[in-house]
């Protein structure tokens, strides 16, 4: 059974505008799949659609299955459960993903705490295992610190952290890298590879740059204003684009890579 | 390696010591939050010391009518005799226990109505925020006397008026604020592990905003004793024996060219406590809030 069935998803604005039109795609438990489009493309409301959290006045169509429960049209109380539980999300900017006013702990205890029942000593010890887990040193002091406090990666290590708490079975990964510079989004990507590798769990990975998602997913599905224009394998989409939009997408992804491997080479030289 | 952990250790100094946040604007925190503590300390240990002891008995009228000050009547007395130090003492007790009692009224209804109102979002906030302009477009004054004018005038009834006409202005305040906070993506972070409603008021919503409203309750503390004062001295306060600085000054008025110190002296407290409040939530505000530290 798959985990996900994603099938004639609508996704329509408070003004009538569509902005998904007609998606459909499935993930299998363990398996990762990319989505990729430009900003607007309907990326995003389609990841958020999954768990049930459209911005107010947007609604959805169509049939979204996640474990076996209906998500379109189901009320708040149904949803509440497979959220984080099931299906948890990591956001692009991990510092407005974060409660500026509460220590970092206490943050990543609160699901702990709700999914796994865990009090007292227990409960930090939890926390702590969590914080190094995402290979954060000294987790005792990220633990007492506040979010406005640490650097932007280790930020998002403390958003994975949280992500993964509840050990959910799909990931959807919103852009968490791009808020990040260059050396940073490497660090947190082989991360982020290896703990969805240990976990065996199904990554959905929502990005602009097929670079990045060629290093997290085998398989992507290429978004444009709210379609699927095409969909496939990462080395068919960069070496045979049928999609002109795919092109320029495999161009760009080539000339980033290009540009890193040269900013490489200078810093080997230099 | 060593020049990334470098420029992330200049980040995080940047971060926890905004240059803007000189020695100077420091100096003038702290000042603030001191002179506040100084004058509302001073109203709060008159209070305290006048439920211990009084010079005289509140009801005393042993003394002769509106005698300058001496060393037996400090302030002086009042037209009936009394003596004016012990009546602003008890007077001091009432302001503060009407004060709180109205911003925890004010509080108690317009904190939890706010936050409904920013939680249902739609027709059901249209609707609710419309109440409240109405109910702010009435002048406090006005409102809080339909109020005890239907009610009766007690201590209680004046205090639960004041709060119930304040508290449209926290409901206000609070919807606003709450709907930023739920607009963050933390909200919707928070949303996303399972979160629910309740968890998120009572985890994300309060805390961040407390610093904002927890300022305006203290502003509206210093309106609330400036209303009970206003009533007072309209006859619709608190009823004798308890002692109003309000109905002292109503009380002065008519004598107040040959006894000029009936007037003066609770008016000098009354400011006290007001401007005393102002500063010290002033400076609370910024003693207690990280973010705007940070911001300043």
């Avoid at chain 1, 009090?119 to 007492?144: F, I, K, N």
């Avoid at chain 2, 027709?123 to 004018?149: C, E, K, R, T």
Wanted: proline share 5%.
């Amino acid at each position: 059974m798959n985990l996900l069935e994603v099938a004639s998803l609508e996704v329509t604005s408070p003004d009538g505008v569509a902005r998904v039109k007609d998606v459909s795609f499935t993930v299998a438990p363990g398996e990762r799949i990319g989505l990729i489009g430009e900003s607007g493309s309907g990326k995003s409301l389609t990841a958020f659609a999954i768990i049930g959290l459209l911005p107010s006045g947007v609604t959805a169509a169509g049939s979204i299955v996640l474990d076996g429960t209906q998500v379109v049209g189901a009320p708040e109380k149904h949803l509440v459960p497979l959220r984080g539980r099931v299906c948890a999300f990591i956001f692009q900017e991990p510092l407005t993903a974060l409660d500026p006013l509460m220590k970092l702990g206490r943050q990543l205890a609160e699901p702990i705490a709700r999914h796994q029942g865990l009090r007292g000593a227990e409960l930090r010890r939890a926390v702590l295992e969590a914080l190094e887990e995402v290979r954060l040193s000294d987790p005792e002091r990220m633990a007492e610190s506040r979010s406005y406090e640490i650097s932007g990666g280790q930020r998002q290590r403390v958003a994975i952290a949280m992500a993964l708490a509840c050990r959910p079975q799909l990931l959807i990964a919103d852009e968490p890298t791009t808020a990040l510079d260059v050396t940073v989004q490497s660090e947190v990507l082989t991360l982020l590879d290896r703990l969805v590798a240990d976990r065996g769990m199904a990554l959905i990975f929502v990005s602009h740059d097929l670079a990045v998602v060629s290093r997290m997913t085998d398989h992507a599905i290429v978004m444009r204003a709210g379609e699927a224009v095409e969909r496939g394998s990462i080395a068919q989409l960069l070496a045979a684009p049928k999609h002109p939009y795919t092109a320029a997408f495999a161009e760009s992804a080539r000339r980033i890579e290009a540009d890193f491997a040269a900013a490489i080479d200078q810093g080997r030289d230099g | 390696m060593s020049t990334i952990d470098d420029r992330e250790a200049l980040a995080q100094v940047d971060l926890l010591e905004p240059p803007s946040l000189n020695a100077r604007a420091r100096r003038r925190r702290s000042l603030v939050l001191v002179a506040g503590l100084l004058l509302v300390g001073t109203i709060v240990l008159v209070a305290l010391v006048s439920l211990a002891w009084l010079p005289y008995e509140p009801s005393d009228t042993s003394g002769s009518r509106l005698e300058a000050p001496s060393l037996a009547h400090l302030l002086g007395t009042d037209r009936l005799g009394r003596d004016l130090l012990t009546q602003i003492m008890v007077g001091a007790r009432i302001a503060l226990v009407v004060g709180l009692g109205a911003v925890a009224v004010g509080a108690a209804i317009g904190v939890p109505v706010g936050l409904a109102a920013a939680f249902a979002g739609g027709w059901v906030d249209d609707a609710m925020s419309a109440a409240m302009d109405i109910l702010i477009a009435f002048p406090l004054l006005l409102l809080a006397m339909l109020i005890v004018a239907v009610t009766g005038a007690s201590l209680l009834t004046v205090t639960v008026a004041i709060g119930i006409s304040v508290s449209a202005v926290v409901a206000r305040l609070t919807r606003v604020v709450a709907k930023r906070v739920l607009a963050q993506q933390y909200i919707t972070a928070a949303r996303t592990s399972g979160t629910g409603s309740l968890g998120i008021v009572w985890q994300h919503v309060l805390p961040n905003i407390w610093p904002t409203i927890s300022v305006n309750l203290g502003l509206l503390f210093g309106i609330a004793v400036l209303a009970e004062a206003s009533l007072s001295y309209l006859g619709l306060g608190a009823p004798p024996p308890n002692s109003s600085w309000g109905r002292l000054l109503q009380e002065a008025q008519s004598t107040v060219m040959t006894a000029p110190l009936g007037a003066i002296a609770p008016g000098v407290f009354l400011v006290i406590l007001v401007i005393g409040v102002n500063l010290l939530v002033d400076g609370l505000r910024d003693v207690s809030d990280p973010t705007l530290a940070r911001a300043r």
